[in-house]
């Protein structure tokens, strides 16, 4: 398959890139744009260890191709704290002890992000749903959701923006 030459944004920030026609985004993001903080934990769409928003929907993006990126917006975790000020999701979740390997937490976070960017109020029960698509093996999810709460609170609050 011939190379496909790619420009989109990425974190705010135009980018270009070269790739194949059949490879995936994720692929892209961390072999291509040094974007590892997706990480690859099926290949498949069933964990959501990948997940990043294209054009303000959440996806994972070992289903998407990079050629799929083509004029559009990206938002990674690379993206989600602002200079050297995290978010309070990112926050939260150090405070909670929401993780542990790691492998699953930029997924849940962009994840968690997308849902408070829609539902600034959301039940417990909503939250649980909304990261149903997300698996982690460590810490269960009791943490994660509690995080997640909490920051929806302080955000609520205005201390901090989204």
């Given amino acids: 398959m011939a190379a496909r030459h790619v420009r989109t944004t990425i974190n705010g920030d135009a980018v270009e890139f070269v790739c194949e026609a059949d490879e995936a985004l994720l692929d892209v993001l961390r072999d291509r744009l040094a974007l590892t903080g997706a990480k690859e934990g099926c290949g498949t ?10 054009d303000d929907r ?5 289903l998407v191709l990079g050629v799929e990126a083509e004029g559009r917006k990206i938002e990674t975790i690379e993206g989600m704290a602002r200079g050297g000020e995290l978010h309070p999701l990112q926050r939260k979740f150090l ?13 849940f976070l962009v994840a968690a992000r997308a849902l408070l960017e829609r539902n600034p109020d959301p039940t417990e029960t909503e939250v649980r749903f909304w990261l149903a698509g997300n698996l982690c093996r460590c810490t269960g999810y009791d943490k994660i959701v509690r995080a997640v709460m909490d920051a929806a609170a302080e955000l609520r609050e205005g201390r901090h923006a989204a």
């Fill in 45 to 54: 769409g069933d964990c959501g260890a990948c997940s990043v928003m294209l």
């Fill in 58 to 62: 959440l996806v994972c993006s070992c």
């Fill in 95 to 107: 405070e909670h002890a929401a993780l542990q390997c790691g492998i699953c937490t930029p997924g």
